[in-house]
């Protein structure tokens, strides 16, 4: 069975840093890209950052520059730095493992993120 565990998430101060991990199961990670999501409160789901099994990155323009995402294939593991964080920033992220070129089959549970200002 595939699954994806969030965690890092917590409560920090408008300015600080977070790092989030996202640990898969075997079968999950090999070969996949990987994402971030985020929703906050009363708002729809958004793409944060997403990373392919070579390295290659992409970001949403909200977090481009402060955010960095990252992975270890050997440990089967994605990352989420997150630092200059604001109160926008504040949602559940998850991650998610990305099939073909915008589809998303196996997401996390989510970690919470709140950022207070």
């Known amino acids: 069975q595939v699954q994806l565990v969030e965690s890092g998430g917590g409560l920090v101060q408008a300015g600080g840093s977070l790092r989030l991990s996202c640990a898969a199961s075997?079968?999950?990670?090999?070969?996949?890209?990987m994402a971030w999501f985020r929703q906050a409160p009363g708002k729809e789901r958004e793409f944060v950052a997403a990373?392919?099994?070579?390295?290659?990155?992409s970001y949403a323009d909200s977090v481009k520059g402060r955010f960095t995402i990252s992975r270890d294939n050997a440990k089967n593991t994605v990352y989420l730095r997150m630092n200059g964080l604001k109160p926008e920033d504040t949602a559940v992220y998850y991650c998610?493992?990305?099939?073909?070129?915008?589809?998303?089959?196996?997401w996390g549970q989510g970690t919470q993120v709140t950022v207070s200002s």
């Open positions: 075997g079968r999950a990670f090999g070969g996949f890209a």
């Open positions: 990373i392919t099994w070579s390295g290659g990155t």
């Open positions: 998610a493992r990305r099939v073909g070129a915008l589809d998303y089959d196996y």
